[in-house]
């Protein structure tokens, strides 16, 4: 099968690109013929009102990428057409070039960004919702966007626009939901239910299994607000137990944190920064236990299926998709997201006993090898694949261009 993968590369790498990276690898090693399209958010250049304006109208028709990937597709001649992220150079522009192309489409959704400007359904410290309830006005209010109203109203105006010109319904084949509950928020905005599967994301190279009960909890992430990092580090204030912590990761919380931490004379509460993959992998195989405190819908983080590989358990906020991918006792412990007295009285529970410990991170390794390795997320990603091309093959090659967007115009008012 020949595919092309599109994705727009973030300033930091996250776990979209690492997806779209280890997808592409997967696809390689099959022997399919993988081709990319990717553009680089460091293309982005925002220094003076042109430049600007320029962004804004991009994120909505990126007439520049359209014809790029027009290019691509002559000379690729794929079967199918993968996207990961298309946001802002590449825009939803691309999806009518590919239906003139008469090429199929699939489309992952790593995040909510097709409901929510910011594409995390989190403001000022808790859970909202208000632009699937009211408006996508409401995000222009409160500037949800990088603390931008331009910004949050190019944002609002491309999902708005496209919605109009029924976009996601028509120009996408198939959306992948990494878990159910990121499906089902999607069919609550209106999705057809047959338009969005579910392939959980998988790890790429399995860590094996960790020695030993471990020797202290670890958490992973960017040291930010919606991460929970505050409600995990006042959780050891109310812990009984003198148990370590290690910190890995690095955010604008930082700093505050590590105050908090010297004031409170945490002695065994340990920041180690940002870690690339081997040694990141060595802190896992020594963790007794890793705590996810999110307090935003996470889609999943990828550590935490990294944990299921190493035979950790995870301690998790009963919060979105974690509450549906980890299994309260079981594979790990659920408590109240930003309840700092919940976390602590699971984490004493998982650090005192310790047999429990050691049975669920049996059960941990158990539901990777059932769910997350490559080799079932390659069959679940040629089912949705097959499935596409057969419907698509019925189908004849014609433009599905808005009028005013053939060549590089842009909808406006359409």
Not at 43 to 62: L, M, P
Request: glycine share 8%; hydrophobic share 40%; charged share 25%.
């Amino acid at each position: 099968m020949k595919i092309l993968l599109v994705h727009e590369l973030y300033r930091q790498p996250g776990g979209e690109d690492y997806v779209f990276h280890a997808e592409k690898e997967l696809l390689l090693a099959a022997g399919h013929r993988v081709s990319e399209f990717t553009r680089r958010n460091e293309e982005i250049v925002t220094d003076g009102f042109w430049s600007k304006a320029s962004i804004g109208i991009r994120t909505s028709w990126a007439w520049d990428s359209a014809g790029m990937l027009r290019t691509v597709l002559r000379k690729e001649d794929p079967d199918i057409v993968h996207f990961h992220n298309t946001f802002p150079l590449i825009s939803p522009a691309a999806y009518y070039v590919c239906r003139e192309a008469g090429v199929r489409v699939v489309q992952t959704l790593h995040n909510y960004r097709l409901l929510c400007p910011s594409g995390a359904f989190f403001r000022s410290g808790k859970i909202c919702q208000e632009c699937m309830s009211h408006s996508l006005l409401r995000s222009v209010r409160y500037s949800c966007y990088r603390d931008s109203r331009p910004a949050t109203a190019a944002v609002a105006f491309m999902l708005r626009l496209h919605k109009s010109l029924k976009t996601w319904f028509e120009m996408v084949d198939k959306y992948i939901a990494p878990t159910d509950f990121v499906r089902q928020k999607y069919l609550e905005a209106g999705l057809p239910t047959g338009k969005i599967a579910v392939k959980p994301h998988f790890v790429h190279l399995d860590p094996g299994v960790r020695k030993g009960e471990g020797e202290y909890a670890l958490f992973i992430g960017r040291l930010a607000a919606e991460k929970g990092v505050r409600t995990l580090l006042e959780a050891w204030n109310f812990l009984e137990s003198k148990v370590p912590l290690r910190i890995v990761g690095d955010g604008p919380l930082r700093l505050e944190l590590e105050t908090q931490r010297n004031l409170a004379q945490f002695s065994d509460v340990r920041f180690e920064g940002w870690l690339s993959s081997r040694p990141l992998r060595a802190m896992m195989q020594r963790a007794a236990f890793l705590i996810c405190p999110s307090e935003w819908y996470e889609c999943v983080p990828l550590t935490l299926l990294e944990a299921f590989a190493c035979g950790l358990p995870v301690i998790a906020s009963r919060l979105g998709a974690m509450a549906e991918v980890v299994e309260d006792g079981r594979t790990g412990l659920h408590f109240t997201a930003g309840d700092a007295r919940d976390l602590a009285s699971r984490v004493e529970e998982m650090w005192t006993r310790r047999e429990r410990l050691v049975s669920m991170g049996r059960q941990c390794r158990l539901e990777y090898e059932a769910k997350y390795t490559p080799e079932q997320s390659y069959r679940a990603l040629m089912d949705i694949y097959r499935d596409v091309v057969q419907v698509g093959d019925s189908g004849k090659k014609s433009s599905a261009m808005p009028a005013a967007a053939v060549g590089q115009g842009f909808p406006i008012g359409s």
